[in-house]
């Protein structure tokens, strides 16, 4: 029998196939059994072939008793989440059969905002003043003491979700009964200004075998705004920047993290102090990994697989032009009766790659999450600026018409 991997895999609107698939084609040329572990319920045509098992992944005790069943079956080396919210269940997974990786102690300063940023502080690593919202009077005293806008968010969410920005005593009074029944589901942050970064990285027994420091190119809390994007910074780097990437070393080791893949996100101020932000032991979301593979030709998460099953690997990751990815969005809200589509966006200049989740009789609704977008596309450029330019155009070139919904079309 085969070694044998568990992949831990939310199909859903696809945004994890990519990166599925590569686990699975690392774990096979390592010569490996891959075993899925997928929600209840939900299709997953990629896994055909496959050993799969069913489990309400958002029930902790769900997950650990289907996984206790496949191990009974047969021995499991890994277990790879591929989604935020199955980390810290993995690593409990983890620890019921002593299966390497992170354990929950560890996977808690990834998942848990105020155990993070607590350890952030004992690793001497500056963080965003906090308060715990116990009263809406809590909040306003910690608001006088760091000034509007303040941040409540859930300490352990993701994608912006339930994050609100507020901005005033009014718009805390607004904002109050949307939080005040969970309100110790929530943490209190101070509003850090400044541009704002993200480090993508790769780990071998407690060694960074590859980074890339990324900016982006908007306010990840303004996602109903404008569009997210984000740019390499590989080369000509401030000394600023470099005092990113060495945090980030830092505190990856300091959480505990020995092999594996983490996002995680800093800003830089005005002053040139880097601030931490937060942490997340999974490969980058949204469009971050495929703009890593189109830019330096490794998948994240397959490579994290590697690390894994092979002491011997490292990374052959090519460094390349500065590229970039950008959500694709609208504003424009009803059914759709026409939008552009991926291969259309392939055909313009500079693409590298390009993803259009919606189509044609889908509604759009405003977004309620920074993930909640229509696609993704990577370009390339000379640099930051020449990056964010290309953007403009390709935003541009990119069309949705709708009609409201409920109404059919006329052709």
Not at 262 to 275: K, Q, T
Not at 362 to 384: I, K, M
Request: glycine share 10%; with cysteine; net charge negative.
């Amino acid at each position: 029998m085969n070694r044998a991997i568990l992949i831990v895999y939310r199909p859903a609107a696809g945004r994890y196939a990519a990166q599925f698939r590569s686990v699975v084609a690392a774990a096979t040329d390592l010569g490996g059994d891959s075993v899925v572990l997928l929600p209840t319920g939900q299709p997953a045509p990629e896994t055909a072939g496959l050993s799969c098992h069913r489990a309400d992944l958002d029930d902790p005790d769900a997950v650990r008793a289907a996984v206790a069943a496949i191990v009974a079956e047969r021995p499991i080396e890994r277990i790879f989440p591929l989604f935020e919210g199955d980390v810290l269940t993995a690593a409990r997974c983890r620890r019921d059969h002593g299966i390497p990786g992170l354990d929950p102690e560890q996977a808690l300063a990834f998942r848990d905002k105020n155990v993070m940023h607590r350890r952030a502080v004992e690793l001497g690593v500056p963080v965003a003043r906090s308060c715990r919202p116990d009263t809406i009077g809590a909040v306003a005293e910690f608001a006088a003491e760091v000034g509007w806008p303040v941040v409540v968010k859930p300490y352990a969410g993701w994608a912006c979700g339930d994050t609100h920005r507020v901005d005033s005593a009014d718009d805390l009074a607004r904002v109050w009964p949307l939080v005040a029944d969970a309100r110790h589901d929530y943490r209190v942050e101070e509003y850090v200004r400044g541009a704002e970064y993200h480090v993508d990285s790769l780990l071998r027994d407690g060694e960074v075998v590859f980074e890339q420091l990324s900016r982006y190119t908007y306010s990840v809390l303004e996602f109903r705004d404008e569009p997210g994007g984000t740019i390499s910074r590989k080369h000509d780097l401030t000394p600023a920047e470099r005092r990113i990437l060495t945090a980030n070393a830092e505190l990856l080791r300091g959480f505990g993290m020995r092999t594996g893949v983490a996002h995680v996100e800093f800003f830089l101020r005005d002053d040139g102090e880097v601030v931490f932000g937060e942490a997340a032991a999974r490969a980058g979301g949204g469009s971050i990994v495929p703009a890593i593979e189109a830019g330096r030709g490794i998948n994240l998460a397959g490579e994290w697989c590697r690390l894994e099953l092979d002491p011997g690997h490292r990374p052959a990751a090519v460094l390349g032009a500065e590229t970039g990815t950008e959500y694709l969005c609208s504003d424009r809200y009803g059914r759709i009766t026409a939008i552009t589509t991926a291969d259309e966006l392939r055909a313009l200049d500079s693409i590298l790659d390009a993803d259009v989740w919606k189509g044609v009789g889908d509604v759009l609704a405003p977004p309620t999450a920074s993930n909640d977008v229509l696609g993704w596309y990577v370009c390339e450029g000379r640099d930051f600026d020449d990056v964010r330019a290309r953007f403009k155009t390709i935003r541009d070139a990119f069309q949705v018409r709708t009609e409201p919904a409920g109404e059919a079309s006329c052709g």
